[in-house]
């Protein structure tokens, strides 16, 4: 599964649904957030670090660049979800030909010359 499939999945919308409910009070946001999306781009991080020390991308802020594809990824879309604006579930064609232009962007600022 995609990052894009899961935030357009009916999980994801329950999630929000019931996180938006919840009195403020009661909830852990930042346990829910550390475990979760914190730990994505921590993760995501490291390997564009990693793959910039093997050479195979410039990428001299991978804190930064990390933030900025998971932002490419979800881009708008997280809103809407959040809002309830209805969203048209990607198929795998959609979900297939938006990572390529993802990647395509992606590398455009990251590869290497």
Do not use: W
């Amino acid at each position: 599964m995609t990052m894009k499939q899961l935030i357009h999945g009916e999980d994801y919308r329950q999630l929000v649904s019931v996180m938006g409910s919840i009195p403020q009070a009661n909830q852990d946001l930042c346990a829910v957030y550390e475990s979760g999306p914190a730990k994505t781009h921590q993760v995501l991080a490291d390997y564009l670090a990693d793959a910039a020390s093997r050479g195979l991308i410039q990428c001299p802020q991978p804190v930064e660049s990390a933030e900025l594809l998971i932002g490419m990824i979800c881009g708008l879309d997280i809103l809407r979800i959040t809002y309830h604006v209805e969203v048209e579930t990607p198929n795998a064609e959609q979900v297939r030909a938006f990572a390529q232009r993802l990647v395509k962007a992606f590398m455009a600022m990251h590869g290497v010359s």
